[in-house]
């Protein structure tokens, strides 16, 4: 018996109701793969913004100061080590921190002042192109700044506004003086964006009395897909006598949610496709009792059982793999389409956040080939499974009581 060619028949002959649950599992198929896509993309947009945003993939500093930000501790001889950065394959910049009061008019809030070097720094994050209004730092501006965006929003400034900083230098000293914003930066990160005040790392040294040493050495894999694992190994090589943390350390929430990804897709996807099963149970059962004379008919000509549960089988296989052409025409063109242009989310969810990382508002898919197959695999399973029963009972029916079934 042609399983195949009879199983196709049998579909067409029952195209109404061969059709409505065709065209379900293709809908749940195509919701998934934008699901997965979705997903993916806004995982990669936290990585993103944790990493190229801010962080850069790994960070050096003195032992504990990770944990008590002191200004006196500073790694000695940044430069030498940035070069033995550079030379094992990485791009490294120095960073200086400290904290300070920025006012402007009658209004003043707390700032983390960050001292860069711009040319280095673009090498390990992009941050440089996140600014939303004014310009990045640059030597033509030395007295120049750029605000995090709910500082600025505090402080009410804008590019052009001048800005006073006061500290403490380390010299015990008052540390004050007037700098210019030249630049606004977009949503970041909560840290960012509530104190970020980034100026030159030059300026920084003259005002808090710093003329040598970093507090943070940032640095960037040139291969993102390398193992960051034996990155960090090999950085911490280098950096020996200092503490090297790599950021899936620095931001566990992060990489935490990112290791959950999948389980987390997979789970919705189960759900999903369960409602799917009851909808292919419940028609293939219907078929089965429409054609238990059918059924009986051919078990008397010498149908084995077995032929019998291929042939419901076949029937299912030919509708999920109709369901699934179609969900990887419409799904795949959609999950591009919103790789390319995006969701916009700026009126509903401007400010939101995953652990202190600020999401983009405008929210685009990342079509990979995890995220197009997944769905279609648990659709072929999840069909398959979801027809046993009916298969099953198909091939139970006996041919003398089949004749007289009402």
């Known amino acids: 018996m042609k399983i195949i060619p009879l199983a196709s028949r049998n579909v067409v002959r029952n195209w109404r109701r061969s059709l409505v649950t065709t065209l379900a599992m293709a809908f749940a198929g195509v919701i998934m793969m934008l699901f997965a896509a979705l997903i993916e993309g806004m995982l990669l947009a936290s990585e993103r913004n944790a990493v190229a945003m801010n962080l850069g993939d790994l960070q050096i500093h003195v032992t504990g100061y990770r944990d008590d930000q002191d200004l006196y501790k500073l790694i000695t001889d940044p430069q030498s080590l940035v070069t033995q950065i ?53 030597t033509q501006y030395p007295t120049g700044v750029v605000l995090g965006k709910k500082l600025a929003r505090t ?10 900083i006061v500290s403490q230098a380390s010299d015990g000293a008052v540390a004050d003086a007037l700098y210019q914003v030249i630049g606004v930066l977009k949503a970041v990160g909560d840290e960012v964006d509530r104190a970020g005040f980034f100026m030159l790392a030059d300026t920084f040294r003259e005002l808090m009395v710093i003329p040598s040493g970093a507090h943070e050495i940032a ?40 290791d959950l990804a999948d389980s987390q ?26 054609r ?66 600020a999401l983009d508002p405008i929210w685009y898919a990342h079509t990979t080939f995890k995220s197009v197959m997944m769905p279609i695999g648990f659709l072929f399973i999840i069909a398959l499974l979801s027809v046993i029963y009916p298969a099953i009972k198909a091939a139970l029916i006996q041919p003398v009581k089949a004749i007289y079934y009402r």
């Open 86 to 138: 550079q030379q094992a394959g990485f791009t490294a910049s120095q960073r200086l921190y400290g904290f300070g009061l920025a006012a402007s008019g009658s209004t003043s809030a707390g700032a983390q002042m960050r001292g860069i070097y711009p040319e280095s720094e673009a090498t390990v994050t992009q941050i440089h192109q996140h600014v939303s209004q004014g310009q990045w730092l640059n």
């Open 155 to 164: 402080l009410g400034v804008v590019p052009g506004d001048e800005v006073i």
């Open 219 to 258: 640095i960037m894999r040139q291969d993102r897909s390398a193992d960051l694992a034996l990155a960090t190994e090999t950085i911490k090589q280098l950096a020996v006598g200092y503490e090297t943390r790599n950021w899936r350390q620095l931001q566990p929430v992060i990489a935490r949610i990112l």
């Open 265 to 290: 897709t997979i789970f919705m996807i189960i759900i999903t496709y369960v409602a799917v099963a009851m909808v292919i149970l419940n028609a293939m059962l219907m078929s089965v009792f429409e």
């Open 292 to 357: 238990i004379h059918e059924f009986g008919v051919m078990k008397a000509i010498g149908v084995t059982p077995w032929q019998i549960t291929q042939l419901v089988f076949a029937e299912t296989l030919v509708q999920v793999t109709v369901a699934a052409l179609l969900a990887l025409i419409i799904g795949g063109w959609s999950s591009y389409y919103f790789q390319q242009h995006g969701i916009d989310l700026t009126h509903l969810a401007s400010a939101a956040s995953i652990g202190g990382i």
